[in-house]
């Protein structure tokens, strides 16, 4: 038998998909866009300067590329297969556990595998400019694919006791966070544990982003040693997480009872997340009373409650820095980082939401179903709506109302010159905020109705209502840059990004919202039964049959 053979075949069917060299054309274009616009904040240095911080500001994009593509591309592929009942039938053939595993990861990983290659020749730009040497160059390179492995073996090992795409994509998540940042803060933040004789020093080790800063030459100098051991366990894990994927995939694909603290446990969560009977029988008379798609969207009654959840997160994290830095806290960085971190993780949740039930349903038939009761189009598309503004608008609305308070602190500092520019920001982005969870409500809908796997609904949706807007933005200000070398001051520049960045994110906004109401008005009863069409079907009515052949009489002669 063959030595991985899933491998080979899914390398030569990969091989032949067109998302497969556009992500690698995408990627190197979206590197070779932030290194314009690092010549824009860096013109007046000198060359090997604009080289240093073009490489710095690059790996620190990569890292982060490298540290969530386990979430995008590794977190749900064995799940999915449990939910579809086909994980099974490759155990009946001579496939071993880790034969499925890697097959696996090399049909899911190449994609993003392509995209970090095509980085790399814009990560050696900066070596033309001495701003780096060669084997700054190099141990960066290996500590990027060092990082890309280990979030992708996260992600295998994830998906191997999950079955929900959400749980998997969420522990992926999670597991890689827990890495990153939980138990680095506790190790640093809690006194009892910063006690414990090398628990910092074995925490930090594991850090991803140990070796990424032992990389650079200065830090690299001083202590190579952690640079190498660092690299060797984080690999090292990513190996133990690819074994325990290969031991638990060929026995969790059965189903099996659940014992009694699992049954227990689950009916303790199933009765806080949606009500005791008396509470659901409420619950369900009020929300039939205004939409019965409404209720169906948000028989979850937690929902808001993470987000709530998250904002308090964000809480904490002000609390902390308020005690630690004192008045220093409180500057225009601080406000400017948190509004931006904040308004980012709503629009990415709602992206996530908007489609999330509606391509479930799709790929399950219950919208077939659903279409066959009195409940039209236009009600699934308001109930719909409903349950998002009932998870997110009162949120959305403090946050707004916080964002309102930092600019008018802002204002209110004797030692701030006001800046009609300044207030502009802050007016624009709270607008911008409201645009953007507008249209990504009606977007996230459509695009999850039309693709075939409802998980990709999220990236796609992003990319064309936040990343696209971003990118012409960016390539505007090289031109810019380019055509306004001893013309127009820094401030008369500002003024300029500033409308274009509200101007192409609302032209967007509005156009493929647009698109996409008009379509779920059109073509929604066209994509809810074409379950398994690849593509995007054209909006309008359905097309017409060819007429089954008609039958000869009876008794006649068939020649």
Known sequence: ?????????????????????????????????????????????????????????????????????????????????????????????????????????????????????AIFPVLAVPLLMGGITNQEFWRMALVLVNTFVFSLAVGMFVSSVSKSSRKAMAGTFLLILLFTAVAPGLVEWVPVLSRVHGLENAVFLVWPFSPFRLSFDAAYRADPHSFWTSCELIHGLAWLFLILASLITPRSWQDKPSGGARTRWRDVWHQWNYGGAAERHAFRRRLLDINAFYWLASRARL?????????????????????????????????????????????????????????EDRKIGSLELLLSTPLNVPDILRGQLLALGRQFLAPVLAVLGVELTFMLVSLRDQSYRVDTAYVAFWVLSMLMLVIDLVALSWVGMWVALTTRHPNQATSITVARLLVLPWVILIAFAVLLSVISVNGSSSDEMMNILLGLWFGLGTVADIAFALSARANLRTAFRVVATQRFTPGRPQPGPRPKQDAAPSLPPVGAEIT
């Not at 300067?49 to 995008?72: K, Q, T």
């Not at 099974?88 to 880790?98: A, E, N, R, S, V």
């Not at 630690?324 to 990415?348: C, H, Q, S």
Request: aromatic residues 14%; charged residues 15%.
């Open 303 to 359: 929902k808001p409650a993470h987000v709530w959840a998250f904002l308090g997160i964000a809480a904490c994290f002000w609390a902390w820095g308020c005690v630690e830095l004192g008045r220093d806290w409180f500057n225009d960085g601080t406000y400017v980082i948190t509004a931006l971190v904040i308004n980012t993780g709503l629009k990415l949740w709602v992206a996530s939401e908007a489609g999330h039930r509606l391509g």
């Open 1 to 117: 038998m063959t030595f991985l053979p899933i491998v080979g075949r899914e390398l030569r069917v990969a091989a032949r998909r067109q998302g497969t060299y556009w992500s690698r054309a995408v990627t190197a274009l979206g590197a070779i866009i932030i290194g314009g616009f690092m010549q824009i904040v860096n013109r007046s240095d000198a060359p090997y300067e604009f080289g240093r911080n073009l490489f710095e500001a690059l790996s620190w994009i990569s890292i982060f590329y490298c540290l969530f593509s386990g979430v995008r591309a590794t977190a749900d592929c064995l799940s999915e297969e449990k939910r579809e009942g086909t994980l099974g039938l490759l155990f009946l053939t001579d496939l071993k556990g880790y034969d499925v595993v890697f097959g696996k990861l090399a049909a899911t990983s190449l994609g993003a595998f392509y995209g970090l290659l």
